[in-house]
């Protein structure tokens, strides 16, 4: 079956400690998104990437870091310098930027003490 | 501003009523939009897109959507709500300005009474 995949499930961290989401899509599709959403927030775009090895800043990358240096695969690091990270993380792919529909993954739901 | 506005964060109908979901949107380029729905602890799954052609879509479920250019809306809608509808509903809108950005609305709960 062809699909996205975020590991693990649900993720417990300290505060201070940077901690990486996994995210893996067998779709071959060659953009790739992070989104964290807040209750009733919606969701906010922290990173996008539309091609390996390049990846753009979204509306709130302050405290992140992600890297693309494989098609199937945008792993997520919350930094300790993220100032309120206990979210739910969505990744999301698209055939391409320029076709618009998102496919998401199950999501992480990340919590720090 | 792009912006994405859905009116009421709360909907409840009894099972088998009309479900009406509104979403404004303010654009100055034509829009691409889109419904997806999510359940509890899971990801957003496609519902229903407009991409210029039809102005009324049909989607999955059961659901459809109207784009109307004039009132700047495309709202959702079901003829018939079914318990398993419950969920959480998201309009989004992508806007070609100079690169696509993508803009969610902050989502509608859908509750169905028996």
């Known amino acids: 079956d062809g699909g996205i995949t975020q590991s693990p499930k649900y993720l417990f961290r300290k505060e201070g400690q940077n901690v990486t989401l996994s995210c893996e899509q067998n779709l071959n599709h060659d953009a790739m998104y992070w989104y964290r959403q807040d209750p009733g927030q919606g969701l906010r775009l922290i990173y996008y990437?539309?091609?390996?090895?390049?990846?753009q800043k979204g509306d709130i990358a302050e405290g992140y870091s992600v890297s693309r240096e494989k098609k199937e695969s945008f792993p997520l690091t919350v930094t300790s310098a993220q100032k309120n990270p206990t979210a739910f993380y969505l990744c999301?792919?698209?055939?391409?930027?320029?076709?618009?529909?998102?496919?998401f993954g199950p999501g992480t739901r990340l919590t720090v003490t | 501003a792009q912006s994405v506005t859905q009116l009421g964060s709360h909907v409840s109908v009894s099972e088998g009523a009309l479900v009406l979901l509104r979403c404004n949107y303010s654009s100055s380029v034509p829009p691409y939009l889109f419904w997806y729905v999510q359940y509890p602890n899971q990801g957003l799954q496609l519902l229903l897109k407009?991409?210029?052609?039809?102005?009324l879509v049909k989607g999955i479920n059961g659901f459809e959507a109207e784009f109307k250019k004039s009132e700047t809306s495309f709202h959702l809608t079901k003829p018939s709500a079914h318990m398993s509808d419950a969920a959480e509903y998201f309009c989004?809108?992508?806007?070609?300005?100079?690169?696509?950005?993508?803009?969610f609305g902050a989502g509608t709960r859908l509750f169905v009474k028996a």
């Open positions: 989004a809108v992508t806007l070609n300005t100079g690169g696509f950005k993508t803009i």
């Open positions: 999301a792919s698209s055939i391409g930027p320029s076709v618009h529909e998102q496919y």
């Open positions: 990437s539309q091609i390996v090895n390049d990846f």
């Open positions: 407009y991409t210029s052609a039809a102005t």
